[in-house]
Structure formats: C-alpha cells, structure tokens
C-alpha cells in the first residue's frame, strides 16, 4: 500500500488510541477528586497529577496559572495549545482519515465522523466538571466503535496491520506513563506506610486502565502494590499491560514481514522488547528499579515507532 | 421560446403529467406529507454521516458544505435517453477526433472552419501534446457534458467539461440514498442501473494503459489532496475501483517511469487518471512554482511508459469560444449532423456579435471564456443595471474573452420545499467514458437543480443542489 496512507493509518489510530487514554486519565482524576479528603488522602492532588499522566504539565503551566479543576478539563479535553487535547486527537484522527477514506472501511469513517461532530457540539459551549462524565463516555464509545469497525470490517491485511500497530505503541505509552507517575505508591516498602489511602491509589492505576475487576480475577486477593504493576506489565492476558501490547506488536509485524518476503529492524526491535517483557519476574523489575525500567521502556517504545516509520511509513 | 410557459420536466407546458412521471406522481398524491419530510430529513443526516461534503473556495466559514440533495427524482423516458445517448457519443467521438486532428496536422484550420488563433492563444492549448501518438488516439477518456433542454423536443449542449469533470459521486451517491430512502418508490417501475459506472471507468482506463504494461495495469488516481473541493468524490471513485488514490509527492519518476511510494518499496504505475489540472501535473513542464505535481511525469508519458486520462491539453476544446464550433466538428470529422443542438452563441471577438452582444446585455448571458463554476458569468435579465454597465466594460476590454448566449427558459423539475413541491430549473450532467474499446455510458447522469426560486445557475458553488436521475426502461 501507499507509504503516506499506512502513516496515515498508523497515526490515525494513535490519535484515537490516545483520546481515550486522556478520558480514562481525566475520569480517574474526577472519580478521585470527589472522593472524601480523609480516603483521598491530603497531600495528593489528583488534578495535577492527571496532567503529569498525560505528559502535559509544562504545556500547562505556560497556559494556565492554577491547576483547577475547571482549567485541568480544558486543558486536556479542548484546548487548541495543547496538540493531544481531547479535541485536537479527534480533529487529527479525522484529517488523517479524510486523506486516507479509500483505506477504511466506511464504518469505520463514519465512527469518526460522528466522534469529530459530536465533539464539535461540546466545544461549542463550556463544559461544567459535573458534565464531565457524559463528555468522557462520549469518547471512549467513540474509540470502541473505531476500533471495533476496524476489528469487524477491516480486511487483514497490511492496513490493518498498520493501523494495529500505531494503537499498541500509543497504548503500551501510556501504560508505562500511568505506571510511572505513580510508581512510588508501588514500591514495596511503601506498602506499609500507605494503608487506606494508598489503596484509593492503586484502585485508581487499575481503573485508569480498565483493570480493576481483572485485577481480582487474575489474582484472587486484595490489592497488592507489586501485583498492580505485574498485572500491567507482565501479564499477557491484561490487554493493556506492556506484554500483551508488544505481544501484538511482535505478531502485527510478522505478519507484515510474511506477507512483503522480508523483516527488517522494526521486527528485531519488537521481539527483543517482547522477550525482556516474558522472561522477567516481577521481583527483578523491582530489584532493578521500576521508576528505571519504565523509562527504559518508554525509551524503547519509542525508537520502535521510529523503526517503523523509517521501516514502512516514508 | 419565452411566450410560452416555461416546459415542466413532470408537467410539460400545460400542466399534463408527462407518461415517465406518472407513477411518481400517482405515488406522491397517496404519501402522507410528513413522509416526504421525513425522508428528506434522513437522507440530510445520512450525506452529513457518511461525509459527502464539498469545500467552497474562499469561504473559511463553511470549509466542508453538503451539497443540497433533494429527494424528489428527474425521469427520462427510455426512448429520450435512447436519443441523448446518440447524441453524446456523436458528440465526444467528434471532440477526441478533433483533439487528435489539433495535436496533429491540423486539418480543421487548414480547411478553415476553426481560426488558428482560437487554438494557439488558448491558455489551455499544450505545445507539449504536439506530434504526440497516443497508442489509444483518445485524449478524453472522461467527458461531463452539460445538457439542458426547453422543450420535449431538442436537448442543448450548454458546455463540454472535458479536462477533470467531477459530479459522478453525487450521481451514484444519491442513487443509493433514494433506493434506501424510497425502495417501494423505486421498484415500482423499471430504473435502468447505474451503479456499474465505476467498473466502467476502471475498464476504460485500464483501456488506455501503454501496450508495454502488465496484463492487468495498475491504475491510480491523482488528486491535489483532501483540500480539493472534490476531494470526496476522488477519494470515492479510488475505493470504489479499488486503486490507490495518490497525490503528487506519492509519485516519482526514475528511467522515464513513473512509481509511487509503496510500503513495500517502488511500484510501477502505468495509467494516471488525473483529477488535478494540467498546469499542476509537472513542475518540469508546467507552472514551476507547483508543489502538486510529478518532475519527470510529463516526459514519461511523451516516452509512452505511462498513460494519463484525460490528456494534458484536453482543455482546448472545451472551452466557451471554441464550444460555438464543435458542430462543425461533427460534420467535419464524422460527415454527420449533429443530433445534439448547441446553444446558439454569440462569439464576442467577432465584431457584429460584440456590438450586438453590447446593446442586448440585458436578455444575454454573457460567459467568461475560460471560467467555470458558474464564476465570471453575467445573467442579463437578473443582473442589475450596474452589473450590466460593469461588465459591458469587461467585455470591450477584452472581447476575445467573452461569449453570450440568449437566457434559455431552462426546463424546471419539481422540488421538495417548506411550502410543497415547486417547480426549479434543471441542468443534466452525464459522464462520457472513451476507452480503446469504445465509448461506454451509464444511462442518466447527475442533475443539478438551482434552489433558489427563479434562478438559473445550478453550480454547487453557487446554492445549487442535485437530484436522482432515472431513465426507465423502454
């Protein structure tokens, strides 16, 4: 397929992948803030935080002074400073999409489209914080439906591949980045000292990523720091952690390799990651330092989508 | 032709329900009003859904428009078509055989019947075309020829597109609305399909390929990019045939071939069916301030490794001074008369036509030569005084640049409006595909309705809207 549509695709996705995660990361942010002081605990505050999550804090601070509530929802959800608002993710995934309309399926157009003038309507008007929940819920729905076309009407072939490939990088991002932001609430020796109040924390790690109710499937027993971040790194069957997403990652290239006769430097890179991500023990990652090994990951993560941008994409 | 009452395409001059409208009014009498509004308010929702936009130049306000789709259908009967049909393929047989003749030897002003001039100073004349063989001797592979008619006599061809005529989407688009909209409306009578027009336009251009391309060619479509106003219809046509829909910078040009950037490395492409203007097509040959086009592309294609539809140069013969002469082309290249009529035209550059062009402004439409888009256009009867005055200065400024036409009294067809149906003028666009093969139409084409009470310009950059077109069977 053309290089410029399978960008296009790749991107397409991340950006949708990306309004989503900023939902999830806004709606734990609001489900926290309204939580009483003595179970939230004082010292946090879980606004900021959010923005710390989503990588947007300077982006912030050179806009706004305070970091109310009010401000933290524009900044993420509208603003036109900050280019993975909310908004601005729906705005690119749509012009992406408008340039690549003969590589989607018309379903798939058409859950965008609806996501790009549902947002308008929103934009229009300020939003108060008690609306947020309906706002967010407009968006994640938004993103189930494109990526639900994408799973039920996409042929199977390199533009899906591409298309899957640009969701699991963004997603495996953002899993490492909401595991970083908290990862002192995870330490073991923190365990401790947090009681009540720590355990709001992690509920609030598994909830931004869907997991809360996996977690006590996969485990059978209250929330354990350490097993928090096995869940969402190690574990293959959690669909967000970090070896489920390079486990799709490794299989997406393969596939793409298969079908063009060769491999390149993005298939090495994906399988390497993917092997340090099954061979390893929780108790390692902590012994060689989580805060470390997220960076790291992050790192790797992203020199494999610019292995398969100079791969594929250009 | 104005004494009478202006001809209704369902009523006729009199008010008589004419015989390919009568099931459609019989059903419009027994449908509830609400139904009618309701559908209409559907098939809104459904063009807003699935995107079906065009953007107006200038106008930053509205970027992304729908264009007005009304639901109330225009109907041809089978022996009308049988005739416009004949009239069509005369007519672009005789356009591509002058095209051929123009980049050629030239017989047509030798013989004197077109001036020279007319050719040679056309800004769309391409030097580069000349003593060209095209291995498929066909320039226009794809014409939209503009018919409107004032009778249930004659249809007049009020202009030849035959550099990138756009508008084909609309006509499909608005064929599956009414079929889901309306399905007990539709099959109570016998359409005659449409939907075949994109395997027709791949077979054409694949038609056309080079002789030296794989059996099967690989075809792609060049379009300027999402901000063109057709943008929609080209990234349409391309899913629908299924080939890639390119942009310039897609494109390259190595050894006088021409590839595109593919994920898997460079692929061979072996026709270009362009939707972009000639002057963009390559920076090399054409305007060098271009960052649309191909380098290289145009020497490609003069080496015959790779086949553009329509050809560069194309727009010589379709443009408003040198439509007053394609007639002549008919009788000229084919021996025949030509069974579609032309508007009778006054050419401005010739000076008992300008004088009387000048004194009659206001009964005349007066066109820009080289516009479009209904642009640069004067319609006498509605202009004001001043306007008239104004482009009276225009036209003797510049005479060559300028035709008029007597106001046609347009055919109206009914439309769905607040107050009930009311009648609006028509125009009907059929799509013309030339390939090696032969000539191929689908029967109907699009028709474009003026909303506006009164109004005679149908563009959708002017408030035009559109309708489904049905040619029944005979």
């Known amino acids: 397929m053309l290089s410029r549509d399978a960008d ?107 996501a790009w003038l549902d947002l308008r309507r929103y934009k229009a008007r300020k939003i108060k914080v008690e609306d947020l929940p309906r706002f967010l819920n407009l968006v994640k ?68 990523v869907s997991a809360l109710v996996s977690y006590q499937w996969v485990y059978h027993q209250n929330l354990r720091p350490w097993l928090v971040a096995d869940l969402l790194i190690l574990r293959e069957e959690m669909p967000r952690s970090l070896a489920a997403c390079y486990g799709a990652l490794s299989r997406h290239l393969d596939d793409i390799s298969h079908r063009y006769g060769k491999a390149g430097a993005a298939q090495r890179q994906a399988r390497a990651t993917h092997a340090r991500l099954t061979n390893r023990s929780i108790d390692d990652i902590f012994q060689h330092g989580l805060h470390e090994f997220l960076e790291e990951f992050l790192a790797d993560n992203n020199r494999l989508g610019l292995a398969i941008t100079s791969q594929y994409l250009c | 032709m104005a004494a009478r009452a202006i001809f209704d395409e369902m009523n006729g001059h009199d008010g008589q329900s004419r015989d390919a409208y009568r099931v459609l009014q019989d059903w419009l009498k027994s449908a509830p009003p609400q139904l009618l509004e309701h559908r209409r308010e559907e098939a809104e929702l459904f063009f807003r859904r699935v995107g079906i936009t065009f953007a107006v130049y200038g106008n930053t306000e509205a970027e992304e428009r729908l264009i007005p789709f009304d639901i109330i259908p225009r109907i041809l009967s089978g022996q009308e078509w049988a005739r416009l049909s004949r009239g069509l393929e005369q007519r672009v047989k005789a356009l591509n055989m002058f095209l051929k003749d123009i980049y050629g030897p030239r017989e047509i002003l030798r013989a004197g019947i077109v001036p020279p001039e007319l050719v040679y100073l056309n800004p769309y004349y391409r030097p580069q075309m000349h003593g060209l063989s095209l291995n498929s001797d066909i320039y226009v592979q794809v014409a939209g020829i503009d018919i409107v008619r004032v009778d249930d006599q004659d249809f007049y061809v009020l202009e030849d597109n035959l550099r990138t005529p756009s508008g084909v989407s609309y006509m499909l688009e608005n064929r599956e609305v009414m079929m889901r909209l309306f399905p007990e409306l539709v099959g109570m009578q016998r359409i005659r399909p449409i939907e075949n027009y994109v395997d027709e336009l791949l077979g054409t251009l694949k038609s056309v390929a080079p002789s030296s391309s794989p059996w099967d060619p ?137 004088s009387y062009v000048v004194d009659n402004l206001h009964e005349l439409v007066v066109k820009e030569v080289n516009g479009s888009g209904g642009y640069g256009m004067l319609v006498g009867p509605h202009a004001t005084k001043e306007a008239c005055e104004q482009f009276k200065s225009r036209v003797l400024a510049a005479p060559d640049n300028y035709i008029a036409q007597p106001t046609l009294a347009l055919s109206t067809s009914p439309v769905f409006t607040e107050k009930g149906l009311a009648p609006r003028h028509v125009d009907l666009r059929p799509f013309v595909l030339t390939g090696r093969d032969g000539v191929r139409l689908v029967p109907g084409g699009l028709t474009r309705v003026a909303l506006t009470e009164g109004s005679l310009v149908v563009n959708s950059s002017q408030g035009g809207g559109t309708k489904d077109t049905w040619v029944l069977s005979e």
């Not at chain 1, 699991?168 to 991002?173: C, G, L, S, W």
């Not at chain 2, 069916?273 to 000639?278: G, K, L």
């Not at chain 2, 960052?291 to 020497?299: E, N, R």
């Not at chain 2, 010589?316 to 025949?336: H, L, N, Q, T």
């Open chain 2, 218 to 354: 690989t075809v792609v479509l060049l379009t300027p990019g999402a901000l063109n106003s057709a943008y929609y219809e080209h990234s349409f046509l391309a899913d629908r045939m299924g080939v890639e829909l390119v942009e310039g910078r897609d494109l390259f040009v190595r050894d006088e071939m021409v590839y595109m950037r593919t994920t898997e490395g460079p692929k061979r492409v072996d026709v270009i069916y362009s939707r972009i203007d000639d002057d963009f097509l390559d920076p090399l040959v054409f305007r060098p301030d271009s960052a649309l086009g191909v380098p290289g592309l145009i020497a490609a294609y003069r080496a015959g490794n790779v086949a553009i539809a329509n050809a560069p140069g194309t727009g010589v013969a379709d443009d408003k001074a040198m439509y007053s002469y394609v007639p002549d082309f008919v009788r000229f290249y084919m021996g025949e008369e030509p069974i579609l009529k032309n508007v009778p035209t006054w050419r401005c550059r010739e000076r008992e036509s300008l």
């Open chain 1, 8 to 114: 296009s695709l790749f991107w397409l996705s991340r950006y949708v992948e990306r309004a989503e995660n900023t939902a999830r990361i806004l709606d734990v942010a609001y489900r926290m803030a309204s939580m009483p002081i003595s179970y939230n605990g004082v010292e946090t505050n879980e606004w900021e935080s959010a923005l710390i999550t989503a990588g947007a804090l300077d982006g912030f601070l050179e806009v706004y002074g305070e970091v109310s509530p009010e401000n933290v929802i524009e900044f993420l959800a509208f603003s036109e400073a900050n280019p993975s608002s909310i908004q601005n993710c729906i705005d690119t995934a749509r012009q992406n999409a408008r340039s690549v309309r003969s590589a989607l399926t018309s379903e798939m157009w058409e859950a965008i489209n609806s």
């Open chain 1, 141 to 208: 729905e938004a993103s189930l439906r494109y990526d639900g076309s994408a799973m039920r009407t996409m042929l199977r072939n390199d533009a899906y591949w591409f298309s899957r490939l640009g969701l699991y990088i963004e997603r495996a991002d953002n899993t490492a980045r909401v595991l970083d932001v908290k990862y002192h609430v995870l330490l073991p020796q923190d365990a401790a000292v947090g009681g009540g109040i720590d355990y709001y924390q992690w509920a609030a790690i598994l909830r931004s």
